[in-house]
């Protein structure tokens, strides 16, 4: 799976959009972006995923660059319990032994500030 | 309510000693997973299971053991030949095996092991 980049922190005004980016630069066309949340020593949360197309769900929005090499999920009025570390992650979805693993990097810290 | 759950949240043994954690998921998954995280770190996967019955080694199987052998649990032993056992323990499980779905996967709240 291709190896992401993310922000080691970032801090975003309460009521704020959130932009947290991710660099992929080494995606291949059979891969997606994936992308979870953890608050602190809880278990990681599934926010949202895509392929190439620009996608939104209730909470989040991805942006997928035409060259899907960085992505960028928003959060468009953060709130105090949007803190928490998020994790930007690609896989394949072929089948095969190990197709389910997910690799988790270090992800960004985002701070949410009253 | 369906959900994955985890026990105990808090976990307290003696190094030397084996200790075995719980993972029960009333999901109906078919896979469900283990990993470990380190304070600060990301999470690192132990093994896998795809199905009843069977199982796979992930990235940092040495020093554990899982079993299998029913659908909605998949419980993880820490043995002593694990050197650095103390760490925060995750159960994970996932609705399709068939390498179809997005994997979209379901954390429990995971157990907190220190080895003293």
């Known amino acids: 799976d291709a190896k992401t980049t993310q922000p080691p922190s970032m801090d975003c005004a309460e009521g704020r959009a959130a932009n947290l980016p991710c660099n992929h630069s080494t995606i291949s066309g059979n891969e997606y972006v994936y992308w979870y949340r953890q608050i602190h020593s809880q278990g990681p949360q599934y926010i949202i995923h895509g392929l190439k197309n620009n996608e939104t769900n209730e909470m989040a929005s991805l942006i997928i660059t035409e060259d899907r090499k960085s992505s960028t999920l928003i959060l468009p009025h953060a709130t105090l319990r949007d803190t928490a570390v998020y994790y930007c992650?690609?896989?394949?979805?072929?089948?095969?032994?190990?197709?389910?693993?997910?690799?988790f990097g270090k992800g960004t810290k985002l701070s949410v500030i009253p | 309510d369906g959900g994955i759950t985890q026990s105990p949240k808090y976990l307290f043994r003696k190094e030397g000693q084996n200790v075995t954690l719980s993972c029960e998921q009333n999901?109906?998954?078919?896979?469900m997973y283990w990993y470990r995280q380190d304070p600060g770190q990301g999470l690192r996967l132990i093994y896998y299971?795809?199905?009843?019955?069977?199982?796979q080694k992930g990235d940092i199987a040495e020093g554990y053991s899982v079993s299998r052998e029913k659908k909605e649990s998949f419980p993880l032993t820490v043995t002593s030949a694990q050197k650095n056992p103390t760490a925060f323990y995750l159960c994970?499980?996932?609705?399709?095996?068939?390498?179809?779905?997005?994997?979209?996967?379901?954390f429990g709240p995971g157990t907190r092991l220190t080895v003293l």
């Open positions: 992650i690609v896989r394949s979805r072929n089948s095969g032994a190990g197709s389910y693993q997910l690799t």
């Open positions: 999901l109906n998954h078919d896979a």
């Open positions: 299971s795809q199905i009843v019955n069977d199982f």
């Open positions: 994970a499980s996932s609705i399709d095996n068939s390498g179809n779905s997005y994997n979209e996967q379901f």
